[in-house]
């Protein structure tokens, strides 16, 4: 007698016992027992048919796909250990770039060389590609720093509360990238004087009092903001996929789109030939719910073009196999067919080892030029804090060095420090930005935690509105 759920039975004294640990409590089981046909003559029949030649008809079906197992079960097992010996191969060689990485003697930028780069590269380093409200004004002030656009606090004299500042776009000389031109397009206006300009009070905001009408317009007008940021984003890790301060790793790439969907792909297939009561749908499903996963670590990794494409792949096989099978039965299939992939040893091993070794394995990592700068603002973060910083001479670097503090630095005690330390100075200052400290601080901070409210707000909501993402400020950011 053969068993596909892992049974024992056995004869003895005309009794027949069935024993199963694997078997959970309520499951129904179908036992056949053949029988001559002079022996049931006299019996009631639930079919009153002959099932002899179906039922030899899947017994020799059983018998070919047991000869087909074996016949390829030593290769499987083979396979299965290439995988293992694969993923710990990738966690060993994570850990060894990680390592090696880590441990190099790198001496940190000093001040003068944070003030020799601009504040949006210095917060790409910082953040490792990470993008988030501070980046933005990062961007601003980096093009403010490349002569891009000039800088003016509005102030009113009566009531200091208003001050704020404008952003006036320049004739462009430079070559823009990508994500700056459509910051350009995006947030600078075209004013009846023909200058284009961006205010910290353009920043929309969430209205809490007014009628409907003006609640819903605040909104809508928070919501686009939210999407011209996302769209934004977008664009800038475009332009830093390779960096001049971060070396990228293929074996990271190599991992992520070719050995992980190919063992998804084998995995599903060995289970499913491999096993006695597995059915293709419940393959199927079961490869789509491990595909589902992968796609969700790619999430995590900002691969949002590959996402999409996974992400199609599975609702067309799951819309395929819902409208082709009953709800009930897809379960039934998928649940009995990772249980079989629990009971298989290797690819449980498998699929934890490059588990891990997706989360040991760096997709980039700074090189000695961005982790003398990473470091070199790690110490000047420990200066501020313990109050043992020393400003530069030039006015122009010391305005500079500020704009690096303000997006680098998010305690604000210690922003206050360095902005008491500017406002004693006797010093004359060619720019508004630092005519008086303690405003542009007061003022840059409430920009800064608007832009975060309402981007935090929306940004969920940002990436479904692709209309909105179209800029408002008119072309031209690339002109020359």
Known sequence: MHDWNLGTSKMKNNNFSYFNEFLPAG?????????????????GYTAKEDKLDEFLEEEKKFENKEAFKEKILHLVNVIDAGFVYTAIFLIIAGVLLRLFYIGRKVKPASIYDLTKENSFTLTIIQKNKKVDARSLYAALFSLYQKGVCSLHLNKKEVNKEEATFTFELNEISIELKENEKYLIDWLFKENNDGIRRF????????????????????????????????????LVKSDYKTSAYFTNFKLYKWMMYIILPVLIVWAS??????????????????????????????????????????LSVIVYFSLWTITTT????????MKDFIEQMIHSPDITIVAILMLIATLVIPKSLTNKQGE????????????????????????????????HTLVLEKKEVNIEKLT?????????????????????????????????????????????????????????????
């Not at 499951?27 to 019996?43: G, I």
């Not at 009953?326 to 299939?333: H, Q």
């Not at 700068?373 to 010391?398: A, H, Y």
Request: aromatic share 12%.
């Open 326 to 333: 009953p709800f009930y039965e897809t379960f039934s299939m």
């Open 420 to 480: 008491k330390s500017l406002s004693e100075r006797e010093t004359v200052y060619l720019s508004d930005f630092l005519t008086d400290p303690y405003v542009t601080l007061k003022t840059m901070s409430a920009g800064i935690y608007l832009s975060s409210v309402v981007i935090n707000h929306y940004a969920s909501s940002g990436d479904n509105g692709a209309s909105g993402g179209s800029s408002g400020g008119g072309g031209g950011a690339g002109a020359h």
């Open 199 to 234: 205010s910290l009070k353009d920043i929309p905001k969430k209205k809490r009092e007014g009628t409907r009408e003006e609640k819903k317009k605040a909104a809508s007008m928070a919501n686009n903001f939210a999407i011209k940021y996302n769209k934004w984003t977008k």
């Open 372 to 403: 003398a700068l990473k470091k070199g603002i790690k110490k000047w973060r420990k200066q501020l804090r313990n109050e043992t910083f020393s400003l530069p001479e030039n006015v122009s670097e010391i305005e500079t060095l500020y704009q």
């Open 269 to 310: 297939g060995q289970m499913y030939f491999l096993s006695y009561k597995t059915e293709a749908v419940g393959a199927i499903m079961t490869m789509m719910l491990l595909f589902f996963i992968y796609a969700f670590i790619l999430v995590l990794q900002y691969h949002s073009s590959y996402v999409s494409l996974c």
């Open 27 to 43: 499951e129904l089981l179908e036992v056949r027992l053949l029988f001559p046909s002079a022996f049931t003559s006299d019996m």
